[in-house]
Structures are given as structure tokens and as C-alpha cells.
């Protein structure tokens, strides 16, 4: 049967392997689990299918041990796990923590999947079947993992009328027109994609948040949804437009501190509850391109995320407060402004409000900085927000793994505290002390067959998942893990397809924005080069504002002599960024403005050494087409030539960056081409 890809890196194809197959036959014959609840007969459905699917057999499943015993649970509801004494391990692995380890059941060898609760159970089951699916040793198995990060949300940015916004998989995968009465079985099919990963919660709606959603009928919706993922440990979390009292409360103002607004804010959310009993809580984008918000009162961001923090807190909601503040009526520099809004409200937000930031300062481009916010509010639980739709980073057609992109941020060191300050750290609380915990992750599912329209997107999803529960696990470890459950374990199947993964962020980076460019795509939908846009009724949506080229040079200044952007960071850092000997080629023009006969470290000019990387960008585009190729007839057919389809439109299109940027800037820097390059058309 040929893989449209709809079974995501969980196909269970069947291990051709014969040793590795006949030892696990052996060892996986008997499934034990003494309690029943939902989602420990998910955790039995989930290992029944997966061994069904790579060994062909059947596990026979009961309460009793037998010859190769799989046992799962918590000691609280199984005494077999109980005379096992794990609690010293256990204790240390809270509330979503597992562990995995060989035993002896009732005097047969055995093994172990225990945790605290059920969901952990379900984490550590699928944390082994993707042992099994990468062909581990199930001998000294010794497995103790617990999340970092609490919080491990994917933000939809879906519409109600099912348009997503910023998304290329189609259309969004909420029904709203059938539920709650249908119930799509896709539903359970992403709620168990999500357990498979760790993400434990969802926001089902577009930060440009449309109040209806929270009118009845549709959190009578939402509650359907609520009630299927539960048993997966998934959370649901809305948006929620500032605005909705006036729009479906009929109040006249949405003022956070006018009494009938709170009062109507709190029969709301009251109300929420009695449909959603664990609602997670509210992510909010206000006084952001063109949201409403407390500053159309007069009210700081802090008054209006303590409004909701307030009413959620005795439900133990949480409110996730979006940073991603911009204006253009302002003169400052669009990379400052987050922090000048948010850094003098630290300290002034609810215990139960978080403040979402984006990982970088502008808005997701393929290479950024981190934000000046990480590190810059310790008093205040910060979330870091990525973006996993590739709204900048060629939408759904072109192959980049964003694992690279992502570490880069969480392995960036604030200096907050002295070296050593990453933002991993900010994020998952241990810098500041702080015990709420959050990441977000912006959704690139629809309702395409393959869920994320590029079928290597995917790994996005995966990865994204994975880094959540540990920011420590390295982007090549990842990468060999999803092609490994997806595509192979063949070493030459899975050797040139993770070099390919493994280049392409950088290589994209190459093609549209080398040398720390940024924001020069196409106007207003973001797909292809557009360097050229001027004139638009906001500067900061143009890309003449952000490379600034003229015939003397191309970059932002962002130094003491310019915007002074790089004051908002600690000292360290503008040390590492600030003196052109020291900072790294990959933030040049994002923090300098420099002639185009500057001298680059390699001795060539700016100019040749932009043009180099165009070029080597588009050629290395080509490159990754043959690494695929290598791979034909060695994993399925149909998702083979799918990926083949879209490498050859990326290559394309990289040609088209480089063509489009090199005339663009040529325009200004009057330079030829240097010498070996072919003349772009
Ligand atoms: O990346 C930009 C997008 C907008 C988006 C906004 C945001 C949801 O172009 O489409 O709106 O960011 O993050 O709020």
C-alpha cells in the first residue's frame, strides 16, 4: 500500500530485520495492566497496533504475567508495579515523567513502563514503541524522562469559517458546521500524534481571535473536542478577542478595569467551566496589528492579562499573554519595541499569566537573533513562541527542518545571570526559579492528507514535540529518529536524507537572507523575494525599512551609532554583536550598515561574499535533490515522488531568490558579479 503520509512518523511498518525482529517477538508476548481507565486502554491500543504493525504478531493482553511480560501502570492502581519499589525513581518524575526498565514479573523477566499517573504511562509507551520503531536494544533498558517545560502547546491559528491563517495544509481540521454532534475520527488521530510527542495542549483558535467562540454554541463544540483529547493528558485553550464584551456582551467598553466587564469577563469564564472542567486557560494577542486591547483604555499589557489572570486562577487557568507588539506610528525601531512595552511591566503580572514571546525580535524570519525579552524579565514566567508553519521559510513546498532553527534560539545564551543564561533556561523556569512553565509552537496541521502539506514538515511537528519535553536532545539525534519511524532504518536510506535535513535551514537562510538579512520577502503574503517593496501604509511592513540598501551599503544599524538595539541585550552579548571583529557573518546586516566593499573576514568584499551566498544557496538547493534522489526505490514510492516534485519547485525558487536579490542589490552596489558566477536572469 502506498504511504500518503496520513500515519505521520507512527506507520509501524514491519521491521525487515529478522534478528532484530525474532528478539523482540521474544520479548513482547504478554501485555499486563491491572487498571482500566481511558488512557491506559489507549497506551494497550497503541502497543497492540504498533506491534501488530512491526513484528506481525499479537500480544496477548490481560492482567496476569506470562513469557515476555510488558508491564504498565502506576504503583498506586497495579500491586505488581508496587512489589517492583520504584518510588525513588518515581519521585522525581512528576506528574508527565516515566521510566522503562528491565525487570523480573512475578520471577519471568520483564519489562517496565511505570509512572505516577496514566498520561506518564502513555508517554513512556510511546516513548517504547519508538525504541522498537527505531530498532533499539530492549536489553539494560534504563529509561528515566520527564519533561522540562510544563506547557507544551501548539497554537492553531485557525479560523472558525476553517481558514487557517498563515497555513498551507488546507483547511483547518476543526469542523465547527458538524460538531459537536460529529466527531471527525481525525480528531483522535491528532490528539494521538500529540501524546506521541508530549504536546499536552492546544489553543483551537486564531490569536486573531474571533469572539463567536466563545458564545455557546460553540463552546458546547469545544467541549466535544475537549472531552476526546483528554485521555491523551491534552489540554484545550481558546483565544480570546479583548474585545467580546462589547461584541457579545453588549457592554459599552472592554476596559479591564470597569466592574461589569470584569463581572462579565467572570460569568464567562465560569461558564467555560462548566463545559471544559480542566480548561487550560487563554492565549491572547491584543494591541498588535490592529487587535483591540487595554491600551485602547489606557491600560498597561499587564493590567489587561491580570484581568483574565484574575478569573482563571481559582479554575488553575492560565493566561498566555502574546509580546508580539509592534507600531509603526512609533519612530523606534520595530526589533525594540516588545521590550520597551514589556520590560518595565516585570513583576507586574499575575502568578498565573505568562508572557509569550516569539523567538526572535522581528517575526520569524529564517534566521534571527534571540529576543532581547529572554533573560530581560525574570519576574515574569516567559514562554517562547516558535513558529512551525514556515509563513517565511517557503509555506508548505520547500524541505526545511526546523530543529536547527530552534535550538539556535534555546542554546543562545542571555548572559542574564552570567554565562550560561540560555533562553532553554528562561523558558523552562530553572534561571528565575519560576514553576510555570510554557512553550508554543504555532501549527502547521491542516486537513491535507498528509496533515502538514510537505510531507518532511512533518518533522517539524515531531521535532517540535520532542524539544518541548527536552530542549537537550540535538537536532541530528532528532532528525535520525523521525527518519528512522517514517521512512527507514536503512543506513543508506537514512544517511543522505539527514545530511539534507540537516543543511537545510542554513541553506535556506542562503537563499533568501544571507548574512543576517531580513524581511525582504514578498508583500503582505511572504512567499518569494520582494527586497524591492517600498511605499505600503506601514514602513515596518516594506522591506527598504529593514536592509536599508542605498549605493553606499546594505544593513541595519542596530549599534550604539544607529537604533541601538543591541543596548536591550546584556553587556556580553552587545560585546559579541556590537564590534564588527567580533560579530558572527550570520547577524552582519542585521545589527550593521556596511559599505558593500566592506571587507569580510575571508578577505572578499561584502558584495562578493553576498553574492556567494545566493549562489551557494540556490546551487546547494540542487544538491539536496540528488541526496533525495540517492533514496529512490528505497522508501515508498508515492512519498518519494512527492518530495521530489517539491524539491525541484524549491530549486526553482531558490534560483529565483538569488536572481531577484543579486539584480536588487546590484542596483545599488554597481559591483560585478564575481568572477565564476553565472549572470542571473
Ligand atoms: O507573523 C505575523 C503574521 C500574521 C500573524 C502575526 C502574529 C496571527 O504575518 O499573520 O497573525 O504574525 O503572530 O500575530
Sequence with gaps: VADDGYRLWLSYRLIEDASVAKKYKATLQTLVIEKDSPTLTLAQKELEQAVAGLLGTKLIAGKTPGPGTLLLGTPKHSPLIAALHLETTLETLGDEGFLITNTSVKGKPGIVIAANTDV????????????????????????VSAPKIKRRILNHWDNLDRTVERGYAGFSLWDWHKLPDYIDPRYSDYARANAS????????????????????PYLKKVAVLANLFRP????????????????????????????????????KIDEIYTYIPDFGGFCIKANSEGQPGPQNYNRT??????????????????????????????????????????????????????????????????????????????????????????????????????????????????????????????????????NLTAIAGVANIGNDRN????????????????????????????????????????????????????????????????LGLHHIMGYSHHYGPGPWIKDKPRADWTSVYYHQADSLGVGFDRTASGSDALSQYAKEVQDLYSPLAHCPDKYLLWFHHLPWSYKMRSGESLWDALCHAYYNGADSAAWMQRQWNAVEHQVDEEQFQHVKNLLAIQHQEAVWWRNACVLYFQSFSKMPLPVGLEKPE
Design 451 to 514: 496533515w502538514c502539506g510537505h510531507p518532511f514538515a512533518q518533522a517539524n511537528w515531531y521535532v517540535y514535540g520532542r524539544l518541548a519535553w527536552d530542549h537537550e536532545l540535538s537536532s541530528e539525534a532528532l532528525a535520525d529518529e523521525w527518519i528512522r519511524m517514517t521512512f527507514s532504518n536503512q543506513p543508506a536510506v537514512i544517511a543522505p536524507i539527514k545530511t539534507m535535513m540537516l543543511a537545510s535551514r542554513e541553506i535556506v537562510v542562503q537563499y533568501m537572507t544571507p
Design 120 to 143: 506518564g504511562v502513555l508517554y513512556g509507551t510511546f516513548h517504547f514503541i519508538r525504541l522498537l520503531q527505531t530498532q533499539q536494544s530492549l536489553q539494560s533498558l534504563s529509561v
Design 197 to 216: 510527542v508530549g504536546i499536552n495542549g492546544t489553543v483551537l483558535t486564531n490569536v486573531n481571535a474571533n469572539a463567536q467562540i466563545l458564545t455557546e
Design 301 to 434: 499589557h499587564a493590567d489587561g492579562a491580570n484581568l483574565f489572570a484574575d478569573i482563571l486562577a481559582p479554575h488553575e487557568g492560565i493566561v498566555m499573554w502574546r509580546a508580539f507588539v509592534y507600531s509603526n506610528e512609533v519612530a523606534e525601531d520595530r526589533a525594540k519595541q516588545a521590550y520597551t512595552e514589556f520590560k518595565p511591566l516585570d513583576g507586574k503580572f499575575k502568578s498565573n499569566a505568562l508572557v509569550q514571546v516569539k523567538n526572535g525580535p522581528i517575526d520569524f524570519q529564517p534566521r534571527e537573533p534571540f529576543h532581547p525579552l529572554f533573560g530581560a524579565m525574570p519576574n515574569t514566567p516567559l514562554m517562547v513562541e516558535f513558529q512551525l508553519t514556515q509563513e517565511y521559510l517557503g509555506f508548505a513546498t520547500h524541505l526545511v527542518y526546523m530543529a536547527p532553527l530552534f535550538k539556535e534560539c534555546l542554546d543562545a545564551d542571555t548572559y542574564a545571570k552570567g554565562k550560561g543564561s540560555l533562553v532553554s533556561k528562561v523558558v523552562d523556569g530553572s534561571l528565575d526559579h519560576h
Design 232 to 267: 491523551y493528558g491534552i489540554k484545550v485553550y481558546l483565544t480570546a478577542r479583548f474585545s467580546a464584551p462589547v461584541e457579545i456582551g453588549g457592554l459599552r467598553t472592554a476596559d479591564p478595569l470597569d466592574p461589569d466587564v470584569k463581572n462579565w469577563w467572570k460569568k
